[in-house]
């Protein structure tokens, strides 16, 4: 199977199964959420200690650090030595790629994917509910308010699900200005799909979400989904600041998360690839920059 193919069946971690998909599994999960153990665990992936963890996390997940040269000329990694360069877990899974190798689809009126991920497609309906994975969601559960309603109803949401082995910064889909923002303390809720499946955890998890105003689409939403032992949702831009496609916008510290975009009605169409390949919920791998769609005025 090509890394291009449809992700129809994409098992979830054995562990993930168990907290999610059992009673027992549950009730540890909601101890260890009370105690705070994701919180204590990604101080220990910031720290020193945590460095003995990289070497095997890259052999285990076959990760290709070859995009990663820059780190050498910062000292954090030297490829001809390995991960033992970087300062902790977190300095290697919050690495940043070289300009060099990030490949954008430039072409004006493009669609491009803000991520590496698995991307699944929804029509938010007239009344603005949509459906994933059993659950009913309205747009105002991500947004913690009934404010954008209206303006996305009719639309089309677009979820990126980040898997732990994915490059986990992310870009802007198109050139524009950034409207107003909002971070959402939450809980931290993986993002596997039978997580999914037992709760709402586009409504439950922290999240952070931004109004772009885009030069092809409109106003898009985007909202960051933070997951288990995610410390961070990092935003480089503020209110008011001016951003180009493919630029990046930010990051997450420690595994897998997720971003959702919400487009106004009749804003995009996606590629016939797309359209097959997430069709009846399947998620689809795309990249950070490809091309996924396009802007229906064009």
Known sequence: ???????KSNPNDPSVRFLYGTFLGRLILELCLFLKIPAILGLFLRSP???FYIKSFIKKNKIDMTDFS??????????????????????????????QSLKISAEDGDLISPCDSLLSVFKIEADSV??????DYSLSDFFDSAEFSEKFAGGDCLIFRLCATDYHRFCFVDSGSLGETRFIPGKLYSVQPIACENYRV????????????????????????GAFSVGGIVNHKKTGESFEK??????FDLH???IVLLFEREKISLVPEILSGTSGGAEF??????????SKNE
């Open 1 to 7: 199977m090509s890394e291009q193919s449809n992700q």
């Open 285 to 294: 791998r795309v990249k950070y920059g490809q091309k996924i769609g396009f």
């Open 70 to 99: 820059d780190y050498k000329e910062s000292g954090l990694c030297d490829k001809t030595k390995g991960a033992k360069h970087f300062r902790s877990f977190n300095d290697f899974f919050t690495r940043k790629k070289s300009e």
């Open 130 to 135: 949509f459906r994933v994975k059993g659950f």
């Open 49 to 51: 200690f945590s460095r």
């Open 256 to 258: 897998g998360s997720t």
């Open 202 to 225: 586009y409504t439950k998890n922290r999240r952070f979400w931004s109004i772009l105003n885009t030069t092809h689409f409109g106003s898009v939403a985007q909202i960051e989904v």
């Open 246 to 251: 493919g630029e990046e916008k930010g990051f």
